[in-house]
């Protein structure tokens, strides 16, 4: 039995040598016809698009896209590095349009996988990528077409400790025409990221580049571009790499919360997103229990059971489906809370929230607990007990988001909501044309007369305070 089981394992090592040698022919026959040999750089421009993740206007349609003018990108391959330009048309105040500047800049020290992976999901960095990582290789045959399937291990680790899979598919013209890999994400879990390449042409020097590229994410094009022209090894690459201006500082810690007593039983959760913690007899209520990220969640979680001690937080009311809003919803499900929204986003909620989080393990996979959604139909909820009412009112005629819902409290005379409105700088005029997100807000207070003293904003208006229906009328010239 012993030496049965040596063997097995034996043959299973020769295959995998096999394959790994298998993948180097098919590798360099790829590198040869696409003009990788002797490739250290890139440069290549076009017409492009970017796609805003977790931002749709609808939870259930395509993430929302803007056009990245007069793309340019450049890429060293000995560095790694890589820099994108691209304009965007930008709205101004007095509402003309403007051209605004806008860059993704990568080096070796913003190193993590996530900006890592977009050199070596390039056609040409994948197929470099895959003659330094040890690649195997398996045919595939799907509607009469064969291909190659090469895949390789990152370097490095995902905050779980496994390396990132990088799968590509390489044509029987021996060209890249499709890459994939896995990238964690607090909302969607362990995230493919698939691009394709099609409508290959040649450039100098026997470098072949795709026309079309489109990469997808969540299931969505998240960038989408024509390609014009590349070249290899340009001889003004120092020059297309030099970044402008400062680099974009990395976020903040999120902070644990103070607390601010609005009325009995009624708390904000103070930072740079807010939070409503609302106390009924025998729980408490959150209003946006879990946005920008876990430890944001949690530090909500933790100051809402310090200033409404003894009671378990039993419902979590989402103002909308947004990633900046659901970052922390993990936390969240964590606890036991059971989420609340309308109907329209259950759904996807629900397939994002029990997808696999393999590649970084959060509060929830590792609680083991599942979520719990509460989608309701209708334009209206109400939590009500002997002590208290609060209302959740869906806002129609919104194009930031669908399903988005305030938070209303008639006895207090409050109102939380999020994305709407913001108060306008000192001695600005009002901006024509309106802003539509106050205009739809006002109106639909309107439509439900509801009788509002003050209203706070999930993100701290600046100067920090509760605002009024009066300073929403205001900034509209009313």
């Known amino acids: 039995m012993k030496s049965s089981w040596m063997i097995t394992l034996a043959l299973a090592a020769l295959s995998q040598t096999a394959l790994a040698q298998d993948a180097k022919a098919v590798v360099s026959a790829a590198s040869a016809a696409m003009g990788v040999d002797g490739l250290n750089s890139i440069h290549y421009f076009g017409v492009a698009q970017n796609g805003n993740l977790g931002q749709n206007n609808n939870a259930n349609q395509p993430w929302p896209m ?30 003309a349009p403007t051209l605004v500047p806008a860059q993704m800049v990568i080096t070796p020290q913003n190193a993590a996988w996530v900006q890592q992976l977009e050199i070596w999901i390039t056609p040409w960095g994948f197929l470099k990528g895959a003659a330094a990582n040890n690649a195997t290789v398996r045919a595939q045959n799907a509607g009469g077409k ?23 598919t390489i044509n029987s013209q021996n060209l890249v025409e499709k890459v994939q890999t896995w990238v964690e994400n607090p909302v969607l879990g362990d995230t493919l990221v698939e691009v394709e390449y099609t409508h290959y042409r040649d450039a100098a020097g026997g470098l072949k580049y795709p026309a079309q590229m489109v990469q997808k994410r969540g299931g969505w094009p998240t960038f989408t571009a024509f390609i014009l022209g590349a070249n290899a090894n340009p001889a003004n690459l120092q020059r297309l790499m030099a970044a402008t201006g400062p680099a974009a500082a990395p976020p903040p810690a999120a902070a644990g919360p ?97 997808a696999p989080r393999t590649l970084a393990p959060d509060a929830m996979s590792k609680s083991g607990k599942k979520p719990v959604i509460e989608g309701f139909k209708g334009d209206k909820r109400v939590f009500q007990d002997a002590t208290r009412t609060f209302e959740v009112h869906v806002i129609k005629g919104l194009p930031h988001a669908d399903g988005l819902v305030i938070g209303y409290l008639p006895k207090e005379k409050i109102m939380i909501y999020a994305d709407m409105f913001n108060l306008p700088p000192a001695n600005i005029p009002v901006p024509i044309p309106p ?22 904003s999930i993100h701290t208006l600046n100067p920090n305070r509760l605002a009024s229906v009066a300073d929403m009328r205001a900034s509209l010239g009313r």
């Open 66 to 95: 803007a056009t990245a003018n007069d793309y340019v990108r450049a890429i060293d391959f000995t560095q790694p590095a890589s820099r994108a330009t691209w304009s965007n048309f930008a709205l101004g105040v007095a509402g």
């Open 146 to 168: 064969r291909t190659q399937v090469v895949t390789f291990n990152s370097p490095g680790k995902s905050p779980g400790g496994q390396p990132y899979r990088v799968v590509g």
């Open 258 to 354: 103070m607390s601010e007593k609005l009325a009995d039983g009624i708390f904000r959760i103070n930072g740079s997103y807010n939070a409503l913690a609302v106390e009924f007899a025998d729980h408490i209520l959150l209003f946006e229990p879990g946005p920008q990220n876990e430890a944001r969640a949690q530090a909500i979680i933790a100051e809402a059971k310090k200033v409404i001690p003894n009671k378990p937080i039993r419902y979590g009311v989402i103002s909308h489906h947004h990633f900046d809003h659901t970052g922390g919803l993990t936390a969240t499900v964590a606890e036991g809370i059971t989420l609340v929204t309308p109907e329209v986003n259950r759904d996807f909620l629900m397939t994002a929230l029990s």
């Open 435 to 456: 802003a539509i997100s106050t205009v739809v807000l006002l109106d639909n207070l309107d439509r439900l007369k509801l009788d509002i003293d003050r209203v706070l």
